[in-house]
C-alpha cells in the first residue's frame, strides 16, 4: 500500500485526423505513483498539455473497469498493454520502472480507421451484429424462462464465448487484422444456445460475410488473439465457428 | 400540487387496465411516426429495439463509439424478478413492497407495483434473446440473494449481469437497424430539446467526430441518457456518464425530481489518492458471503489476518441481526461511515472496513467435502476447494480487486469504503413516463420515479428494461395516437434554425472564455463541494455554504476555462467541459433540494435528524412528497410538489433489526 513515485517517457502516436500524416511525440511524465492506473497516468500528461497551452492526446475510454470495451491503446508492442487478461483501463503503472520509456499506438488495422491519436473508428463491428448477431425475437414472445433448460456446460460456455468486451484487440493483435475471434465468439454464444438454433446458419453464413466485406483478414491460427484478449476468449471458438459455417455453407440452399 | 395521471382503480389492476384501454396507433400510422431517443443503455436500447420493433421510425443516439458502450454494461450483481423459483415466499406484492420499504417510502406506489408486475416478463424476454444467465445443474435459472430483502429473487451472469442483459438489449437494436427501423447516431451528444408549440419535436445533436450541429425531428423524444452521479466526480458511472441531456429537458421546462436523492453504495475500492479518476464496484453480491468488520480498538496495528474474532466487530451483524451484512445500501454506507469518523477505519487512509471472505472459502470447502463424499481431508485442502467455488461465485470481481490494489482477496481481506453509485433523482415523470414537456419522456436512471429515497440492489437493470421493454411502447404509444393527423416537422422549421443557434453560441462562449483551467480540474473541485456537504450525510450550514461555493466555482468556470483544439472537430475536452457545465448548476439544485428537505430519509441524511440510534428519522406529516424543481432562470428554481399516497402499504420507520 505505499506509494512510490516515478518519472516516466512517453512516446505517443499523434494524427490530426483519419486524413492526415501521424507521426510519434515523446513526452515527460512525472512523479507517477504506482498506485495509478495506466489511464490516470494518461489524463496527467493531457493535464499538463492542457495548462501549457498543447493539444492533448485524444483516446477512447468510459467505464474505466474493463468491461465497456472502449479503451484501445496499444502498449509496448501489445493491445492493451503487458499484463495478461487485461484491458488498458485497468493497467496499473506497477507494471513500469522508473525511467522507462512506454510507446503507446493506436489499434492499427484498415478496417478501424484513426479518428485522432489513439481513437479508432470500430464501427465495423457493430455491422458484423447487424448481419446476425442476435436472435429474432420481437419483445413480448417470450415463454417462462424455465421453460428451456439448458445444460449446466453449454450455458456457461456460452456466457464465456458472450464475454467479450467487442474491443478489438484481436483485430490489433493479428499480424492480418483478423476479426475471427470477435465474430466466433458471438457464433458461438449463440450456437451453443438452444434460442439460437433457427438461425443458426444464416446467421455465420451472413456474419462472415460482413467480415469479409469490411475487410478483415483471414485467420491464420496463429494464436495472437486469444494471448491478448483481455476476457480471455479461447480460440477454440475460432474452430466451432469454422464448423458452423463449413456446415451452413454444405447445407446452404 | 402536481398530477401524476395515476389510472383509477385498484393497484393491482391499474396496469392491466391501462394497457386494455389505451390509445394504439394501428401499422400504416406508425411507419410515419418518429421517435428520438437519446442514450443507448438497458433503457434506451431496449426501447429502441422495443419501438422499432412495433414499425416506429426510431432514431438512436449515443455519446460513446458504440451503442453496446452504455454504462449499464458495469452493472454487476443481478436483476430482480418475482419468478419465486426458489420457492421461497416471493410474489409481485413482495417485491413491490421491498422496494417501496427499501426507497424509505418516497417511491410512487402505482409506478413501483407496475415494475414487480412486468419484471417476470424481463427475464423471460432475455433467456429468449440468449441471455447466458447462471444456471443450476438442472439446468434452470438460478437466483441469490441481494440486500433489503429475504427471499433469492437476484438473476444474474457471475458478476457481470450489466453486460450480458445490454448486449442482449444491443443485439435486439442491432437487428432493428438491420431491418432499417432503427437509425443510429454513435458518437453524438444531444445538446438542446426543440420545443414547438409547447410540445418536444426533435433535438439538437453534436456529431462529436466533426463538431457539426444536427436537427433531428421526432414526434416524441426519450431520454434514456442514465444518471448524475459524476457531478461528484469521484464515482462508480464511467467517464463519459453526464447529466446533460436530462439537464438541457430541465432547462427546457421539465420539472427535475429528488436530485438529492443520490445512492453513495457501501462496497467500492477506497480512493488511493489525488490521481483518482474514478472508483470501482464491489458488487453488492460481494455481502451475500462476505463479512464486513472493523477492528475493536482503535490504534490497532496488527494485520487483518492477525486480529482474532475476539477483537473484530462486525458490525453490520451486531446493529442489524436481522438483515446482517444484507442491510440496504444506505444503512450499510452509513454504518462503514459512523465507523470510520469514530476512529475504527482500516488501511492507510483510514477510510475503509474490511470485506471477509475468510468465513465463507472454509464454508464451502466443507460443502465441497461433503458434496463429494471426501474424508480426511486437511484444513489447506479445504480451504483450497473452497476458493475454487468462491472463484466460480465472483472470480471476475476478486481479479479486478487484485488488479487495482496490488492484493490478493482470497488470502487477506478486501478494503472498501462507500461510494456514489446511482441516482434515484430525475427528470419528474407521470405515471406515462412523460415529463412535465408533452412528447418528453424519461426512462430508466434518468427518471425519477421507482426507488424513492434509496434503490435495493439488482433494481436498476429490472427498472431500465421495464421501461424500455415493457412501459414505453404502450404510454408513447397512447400519446402519439394523437399525433398521426400531424406530419414530420421539416428540420427548416425555425424553432430547429433558433434551437442550433442558441447550441453554437453556447459552445462558442466556452471556447472563447480563453482561460487557464482545464474542465476536468473544475469538475474535481465541483466533485469535492458535493461530496463534502451533500454527500453521505449532509446539514444545514454546510449545504449553505455549498451553494455558495458552486456559485463561486460557476463564475469561475465561465472565466478561467480553457478549452484546446477547435469546434468543428473531434474536440473530447470541448465535450467535457459542456458536461462539467451543467454538472455545476445541477450541484446548485442539489444542495437546495437537500436544504429544503428537512427530515432523514434513505440516502438522504440529514445530522439534524436522526433517531437516538443513529437512524434516518423521516417526517412524513410534512415531508410525504416528491420535490419537483422547475427552473426560473439563473440561480433560481421553483419548488412543486406531488402528494405521495400509499393507498396499500403503510409507511413505517424502516427496520432491518
Redesign the interface.
Known sequence: ???NTMNLKVKVWRQK?ANAQGAFVTYDVAGI?D???F??MM??L??K???E????V?F???????????CSMYINGKPHGP?Q??TTC?L?M?AFKDGETIVIEPWRANSFPI??DL?V???A??RI???G??????????????S?????QN??D??AA??C??CGACVAACKNSSAMLFLSAKVS??AL?P??APERKSRVLNMVAQMDKEGFGSCTNTGACEATCPKEISIANIARLNKEYLGASLSAE | MLDAKIPSGKLDDKWVDYKGHCKLVNPANKRKMEVIIVGTGLAGA?AA??MG?LGYKVKAFCF????????S??AQGGINAA?N?QNDGDSVFRLFYDTIKGGDYRAREANVHRLAEVSS?I????????V??????????SNRSFGGTQVQRTFY??G?T???LL?GA???L??Q??LGNVT?H?RHEMLDIVKIDGKAKGIIARNL?TGELEKHFGHAVLICSGGYGNVYYLS?N???SNVTAAWKAHKQGAYFANPCFTQIHPTCIPV??D????L??MSESLRNDGRIWVPKNVGETRKANDIPDADRDYFLERRYPAFGNLVPRDVASRAAKERCDAGFGV??SKQAVYLDYAAAIERYGKIEVSKQGLTNVSHEQIIAMGKEVVKEKYGNLF??YA????ENPYEVPMRIYPAVHYTMGGLWVDYELQTTVPGLYALGEANFSDHGANRLGASALMQGLADG??VA?YTVGNNLADEIYNAAIPTTHPAFEEAAKKVAERIATLKNING???A??FHKRLGKIIWNECGMSRNAAGLKQAILDVQALKKEFWSDL?I??EIN??N??LDKANRVADFIELGELMCIDALTREESCGGHFREEYQTPEGEALRDDENFMFVSAWENKGEHEWQLHKEELKYDVIKPSQRNYK
Open positions: 500500500m505505499s506509494q485526423n505513483s498506485e495509478m492506473s489511464l490516470e489524463d496527467i493531457n493535464e498539455l492542457i495548462t497551452g498543447g493539444d492533448p485524444a477512447d475510454h468510459d467505464c474505466r473497469e474493463g468491461i465497456c470495451g472502449m499484463w487478461a487485461n485497468q496499473h506497477r479518428v485522432k481513437t473508428d470500430r464501427s463491428f457493430d451484429i447487424q448481419a448477431g442476435y436472435i429474432s425475437v420481437n419483445t413480448g414472445n417470450a415463454v417462462d424462462g424455465n428451456l433448460p439448458i445444460e449446466k450455458a456457461d456460452a456466457f458472450a464475454m468486451i467487442g454464444h449463440l444456445l434460442q439460437g | 431496449s429495439a422495443a420493433e460513446q463509439d458504440s451503442p453496446r458502450r452504455a454504462h454494461i458495469a419468478k423459483y416478463n427475464i423471460d424476454q432475455c433467456v429468449a434473446q440468449g447466458p444467465f447462471a444456471r443450476e445443474y438442472g439446468g434452470l435459472l451472469a457471475a457481470q450489466g453486460q450480458q448486449i444491443y443485439q435486439a442491432e437487428r437497424v438491420a443510429m454513435a467526430i462508480t464511467a467517464m463519459g488511493s489518492g490521481h483518482q479518476s474514478k470501482t464496484l488501511g492507510t481479479e479486478m488488479k487495482i490494489t496490488g421493454y415493457f411502447p487557464k483551467q482545464s476536468e480540474s480553457r484546446p483544439g472537430e473531434y473530447p475536452e
